[in-house]
């Protein structure tokens, strides 16, 4: 066995013997057990330092309570993000999946802080560019650290809402950030909510690759 199914292996086993006692330590959407997690959290940065995981459970349906995997969009971390989910083991309750999938409905606002980002301040353009998939982002007041804005993350979030994580790593080769026109339709933008219907017509005609944000 090689250096990195040792960590795999040995994540999963501190996930195995732990498990129920982070599921009694639930209080509606969050565990007490902060411990825990943050055991988990090295574990995995051990096996790839990008690796992320989060639980997500839909209260109007019946079923287990998911365990995500992600890569925080480093698409060199996606093959690790695989052998993880790849090697779960069977864990009642509990279903593990990598990559956050498409979410329906998308939702029409997501609050970050004291901030209320709203889906439709955001308008999209997308362009194959040599057989490579651009997406240009608009909205007003670009930050110059696009970190330091919430509105960023919102729409990150909504990406992949909208894609998927995985097609978004995958198939989008540039994302860029540019200022919103006052007249957004007399430069062919579209309103980002129309993103997944633009993206699924020409998805297949490019080369997957990784994503750069610039």
Request: charge should be negative; glycine fraction near 4%.
């Given at each position: 066995?090689?250096?990195?199914?040792?960590?795999?292996?040995?994540?999963?086993d501190q996930v195995e013997?732990?498990?129920?006692?982070?599921?009694?330590?639930?209080?509606?959407?969050?565990?007490?057990?902060?411990?825990?997690?943050?055991?988990?959290?090295?574990?995995?940065?051990?096996?790839?330092?990008?690796?992320?995981?989060?639980?997500?459970?839909?209260?109007?349906?019946?079923?287990?309570?998911?365990?995500?995997?992600?890569?925080?969009?480093?698409?060199?971390?996606?093959?690790?993000?695989?052998?993880?989910?790849?090697?779960?083991?069977?864990?009642?309750?509990?279903?593990?999946?990598?990559?956050?999938?498409?979410?329906?409905?998308?939702?029409?606002?997501?609050?970050?802080?004291?901030?209320?980002?709203?889906?439709?301040?955001?308008?999209?353009?997308?362009?194959?560019?040599?057989?490579?998939?651009?997406?240009?982002?608009?909205?007003?007041?670009?930050?110059?650290?696009?970190?330091?804005?919430?509105?960023?993350?919102?729409?990150?979030?909504?990406?992949?809402?909208?894609?998927?994580?995985?097609?978004?790593?995958?198939?989008?080769?540039?994302?860029?950030?540019?200022?919103?026109?006052?007249?957004?339709?007399?430069?062919?933008?579209?309103?980002?909510?129309?993103?997944?219907?633009?993206?699924?017509?020409?998805?297949?005609?490019?080369?997957?690759?990784?994503?750069?944000?610039?």
């Amino acid at each position: 066995m090689n250096e990195t199914r040792k960590r795999i292996a040995h994540f999963w086993d501190q996930v195995e013997s732990t498990i129920d006692q982070l599921l009694e330590s639930q209080q509606g959407d969050r565990f007490d057990a902060e411990s825990l997690l943050t055991q988990y959290r090295d574990h995995l940065h051990k096996v790839d330092r990008n690796l992320t995981f989060h639980f997500e459970k839909d209260d109007e349906v019946e079923g287990p309570l998911e365990m995500i995997f992600g890569c925080d969009g480093y698409p060199e971390s996606i093959n690790a993000v695989l052998h993880v989910v790849g090697e779960a083991p069977i864990v009642s309750g509990v279903t593990f999946k990598a990559f956050n999938a498409r979410y329906d409905p998308v939702p029409t606002e997501i609050a970050l802080g004291d901030e209320l980002c709203e889906l439709k301040d955001f308008w999209f353009a997308l362009r194959p560019v040599r057989n490579r998939l651009h997406l240009e982002v608009y909205l007003r007041d670009v930050p110059d650290v696009l970190d330091m804005d919430p509105r960023v993350e919102a729409v990150m979030i909504y990406l992949d809402a909208l894609l998927g994580e995985y097609e978004l790593m995958t198939r989008v080769w540039k994302l860029d950030w540019l200022e919103l026109p006052e007249i957004p339709l007399d430069y062919g933008l579209q309103p980002l909510a129309d993103l997944r219907s633009a993206f699924d017509s020409i998805k297949h005609d490019v080369m997957p690759v990784g994503i750069r944000i610039h």
